[in-house]
């Protein structure tokens, strides 16, 4: 404003108030963790929360619903062999005259066991080896490609039956064999991104700053993957489920009287010009299955990626 | 120069690898219960062993190993055992005919279609276009193909007549068989893509091309495509590979003479020539895809140098 | 954020229009007459086999069995014919030589037949060399079985070609069916020009080989099609009706149900999903595949050594509800081991075994809970072990392994586990005694109670359960050798009662298939040994 208020300016006017080491490291806002943060986003994605939702409800369903009327899996009763839904058969009865509900819910419990199995030995492996593969390059990453070229080369059904045949068809070893070469596609996923990461200015500010290689892939590589990987598990699941329904298909599925959402979606579909219910409600759970898992991974994604953050 | 090199190096691995494959195989095979006979189950126990012993089924493995070895490296696959003396090489081929002709189409509509809804659904982030993308995603990837390609048989083929519901022929025939197997194509692509496409989207050097003044289709397809790209090549080689070599499920249902069935029939019938004739098809496509992929990764994005040409 | 709502909806609705879409009934088109004398006919794999000295499976047989002529073939009733016989052949008294007239007939490239053909196609099978899957269907000739071993030599066979239009047939031991024998494929004539002109591509297309039969093999797609069309050549050409028969290769079942509909096919096999479906359409029919089901018990192991405990196996199976219920074939139930269309050879032509030899299958689940009680305490057990029940993994499989393991479990209270495997695994336990029950089947050789009976004498390879009884291998053995035929009905069929009796095995279903054929297609003759069917005096019943 004006000379004179400059002028008046005096050194008593000014308060000496030290200097406080600390306050220059306080964040503006209030520091959100990166997990803290990502549920409060999923939250308020309801696409997500849907998702999230019928899976429990199936869950729910899975684990309860066989306890809803007085039947089990594996009782025969020729006499209402496929009869549409009645009475307490909810579902109708199949072939058997088994009572079409109990498995359902059965089938599902198995079918999410083996989903949930196998999509995780995929992650664990698949992340790992991608991302060492990916980050560390050289010969590691030779080695590791070379194993995962010949795990992807060889049409894993040899090594699915195999396996099927020295362990019975039972929830683990299904899970186990589904896996065996499940992880590459996964591995690939992670190496094809931490390639194209790892080349970026964060990792290398972060390396110039003394940051450890573990360090740098678990905290700024695989978290910003998390996207490619969680879509790769919202594949993972339904693909387990499928080649599980495939398995069924070849006859090598899970050991009758036992039924997985697969093994009866396959049985089903060979009534489906004649009792088309016996396809209908196992499909539909399915169907419901897949979609809520799709809701979540998308819900899942935009919450775990750090690049999505507002 | 490194080009070459790094070519030559990776044949060299496509070779070890190969070999390791077939040795695997090879033994694992040979672990399968039972034998290659058709009449196995009626056969006196004494003729059984005789039978092999002429096929020279009953030498040690590492002799029979030894003499399969010889004759691949002369590019012999040697007979069928359950199709009396034809040539393994010759059925793969005559079968892969119809199965690559049946997911070439499938592929490229699958891609097409893919792309184009992955695109549009990252474009309009949200909007109708991006629902109807995400539908097809899931029902591509929720329908069982055996339950799809069984309803399109039923209701086109049967129900309304449009197309014929099964048999091989006429183009007519590929129809509905190349429709169900591009389901998953369509869902696979569609979903890569957008999710890339939204990402990349938000990138700092999409606002500077915009700042630039570059149009929007240059933006789009200059530099967002090409980088979401990358993920999708990754998926979209060995996918290319497992679709052309064909599907059990649908070759059984729209009764197609390809070599989809081959990779299970085989097994369960322990035709061993057969076995390893699939096997090494089926590697040798995959290996020569991966290779091509990571070639093409080089030209999509120039930050990724080739792995094995930089040390 | 009601957008999200949206996704879900339109994939639920999608996905569930799709569904109800399915639900809609059933119709299809119909084309019921035909102004051509052309079949379209479906088969569910590729012949793998045309060599006739070498081929085991149905297709090639049935393939064979109407492009090529053996001297006898089978009629409308499954009784052999004269074919490439001229005459009905002299017999010596003691049953052992056979002298057989070939007919004038030609080969479809001109050449005649012979006696020499004949001798070649058998002498070739026997070749070790040839490695025949099928050449112990020959063993009944003199020296065939120890030539084929590599024991004996080609010139002790007792074929020979006495000239050109004479063959002499020596048998190692007198059987009252050889002439269903040589009906056989294995049995059918070769040319040794054009075997030896083709080496390792004789029967691999269809101008690698020739035919006497009433038709030629004119096209083959492989994995795709093949199609036959009338022999101009054959010997009884005037009675051959049909043209061109046409195959398609189809694996699945529902495709074969919806070609039919379509119109693309004139015939289908039925599974029994679709029994329901075709249930009210007259132009179903049964066709007996000839083969006899049974469960084998594991006679290895202490607790099924228990005859109380087979027993109580034996009669704790609905057999009815179950052809009734899950297979809804037609299937009939067992009672016994031989099925129903083997004939009273040796005893009355006319006659079949089943006729003169009654056992009905036994449902008392009452009965069968007490002997299994008895049986454990003879045992000193207080609980029966788990029991593991072993089959393929074929769906139909599943179902039958599905619903014994059910019945055990109510009737007797019994503790199953099913392992159901792939058919060579299964063949590769069941032959090493892993298993307690196993369910097999076995497809006659022949048509005599024989091909049946001879499988549970002790050291019987395919006696899988090791059941052992010295009078039942007695039995057996004596009418092996035995010339008086009707002595050694008989013993047969004491041997099988013996076999009931001990419950060596439980007899479970005598297999029927069902099938639909277009009303326009008459005299089709099928039968449940030798060729699936043929269709020399077939004919399409022309429309207006």
Known sequence: ?310 | MDMIKYTLTRLGYMIVTLWIIVTATFFLMHSLPGTPLQNEEKLPPLIRDQIMETYGLNDPLPVQYMNFLGRLVQGDLGKSLTYDGRSVTEMLLEGFQASSFIGMQALVFGVVVGLFLGVAAALRHGGLLDNIATIVAVAGVSIPSFVMAGLLSYWVGVKWQLLPTALWGTYEHTILPSLSLSFFVIAQMSRYIRTEMVEVLDQDYMKTAKAKGLGRQAIIFRHALRNALIPAVTVLGPLAVNIITGSLVVETIFAIPGIGEFFVQSIQVNDYTLIMGVTIFYAVLILVTIFVVDILYGIIDPRIRLAGARE | MARRFRISTLVSLLLIAVMVLSACSFGGGDTETKNSQVLNLAEIQEPPKLDSAKTTDVVSSMILGNVMEGLYRLDKDSKPVLGMAAKEPEVSADQLTWTFTVRDAKWSDGKPVTAHDFEFAWKRALNPETASEYAYILYPIKGAESYNTGKGSVDDVGVRALDDKTLQVVLERPIPYFKDLLCFSTYLPQRQDIVEKYGDKYSLEVDTMVYNGPFIFTDWKHNQSFQVKKNPSYWDKDTVKLEEVNWQIVKDNTTLVNLYNTGKLDFTKLTSEFIDAFKDDPNTFAIYDGSSWYLEMNQTKDFFKNRKIRQAIQLAIDRDTFVKGILKNGSIPAGGLVPPFIKASGVDENKKYRDLVKLEPEFDPAKAKQLWQEGLKELGLTKAPTIELLGDDTTGAKANLQFIKEQLRVNLGADVQITSVPFKERLERGKTQRFDLLVSGWSPDYNDAMTFLDLFTTDNAFNRGKYSNPEYDQLIRKSKENADFKERFQDLKKAEEVLIDDAAIVPLYFRTEMAVKKPFIKDWYWSAIGPEYTLKWTYVETGK
């Open chain 1, 1 to 310: 404003m004006s000379e004179k208020n400059m002028k008046s300016l005096t050194p008593e006017m000014f308060e000496f108030v030290g200097m406080n080491e600390s306050a220059g490291e306080e964040m503006a806002r209030e520091r959100v963790g990166f997990w803290k943060d990502a549920v409060r986003r999923f939250r308020t994605n309801w696409g997500a929360m849907i998702g999230l939702f019928i899976i429990l409800i199936i869950g729910f369903f899975a684990f309860a619903g066989p306890l809803m009327n007085g039947y089990d899996y594996e009782s025969q009763n020729i006499a209402i062999q496929n009869m549409e839904p009645f009475e307490d058969h909810y579902f109708g009865t199949d072939s058997f005259g088994r009572d079409l509900w109990q498995r359902t819910w059965n089938g599902a419990q198995v079918s999410l066991q083996i989903a949930f199995l196998a999509a995780l030995f995929d992650l664990l492996i698949g992340v790992t080896v991608g991302s060492v593969s990916g980050y560390f390059g050289g010969r590691v990453d030779m080695v590791l490609q070379r194993i995962v070229e010949i795990l992807y080369s060889i049409p894993n059904l040899i090594i699915i039956i195999l396996m099927l045949l020295i362990f019975e068809p039972g929830i683990i070893p299904i899970a186990l064999a589904l896996s065996i070469t499940g992880w590459v596609p996964m591995a690939r996923v992670v190496r094809a991104q931490i390639l194209k990461l790892k080349s970026q200015e964060y990792v290398l500010a972060a390396r110039t700053l003394g940051a450890g290689h573990r360090h740098i892939l678990t905290r700024h590589l695989i978290p910003n993957v998390m996207g490619p990987i969680i879509i790769a598990v919202t594949f993972a699941i339904p693909s387990a489920i499928f080649f599980e329904a495939f398995l069924s298909f070849i006859g090598l599925g899970i050991r009758p009287p036992l039924a997985s959402l697969g093994s009866l979606v396959f049985d089903g579909s060979k009534f489906l010009q004649i009792y088309p219910y016996q396809l209908f409600y196992p499909a539909t759970v399915l169907c419901l299955i897949m979609l809520a898992f799709n809701l979540l991974g998308d819900g899942l994604r935009d919450a775990l990626d750090p690049r999505m953050r507002k």
